[in-house]
């Protein structure tokens, strides 16, 4: 696989992470129930750490793929609560 078949997958991958780390704080954010928040966070932090470590196992570059998409995501996520988009 090619270094910008990588950069592109992992820019995606973390850009879908993302999208699924915000909705899930979102959904456990609106039940009010801290320990579902708080066993809710356990899990996102455990999936986007694991996430970012295997894009670092491919290089620098996707690992910055990863962290643009995640970024990424979280504007879109903060402009749809915002209600903006």
């Excluded at 909705?23 to 801290?34: E, I, M, P």
Aim: glycine share 14%; proline share 1%.
């Amino acid at each position: 696989m090619t270094m910008t078949s990588l950069i592109l997958l992992h820019g995606l991958l973390g850009g879908l992470g993302g999208l699924a780390y915000f909705a899930l704080l979102r959904a456990s954010l609106q039940t009010g129930r801290w320990r579902l928040v708080a066993g809710t966070m356990l899990l996102r932090l455990a999936a986007a750490a694991g996430l970012f470590w295997l894009a670092a196992q491919s290089g620098a570059w996707p690992l910055l793929a990863a962290l643009a998409g995640f970024l990424a995501a979280r504007g879109l996520m903060l402009r749809r609560a915002r209600g903006l988009s």
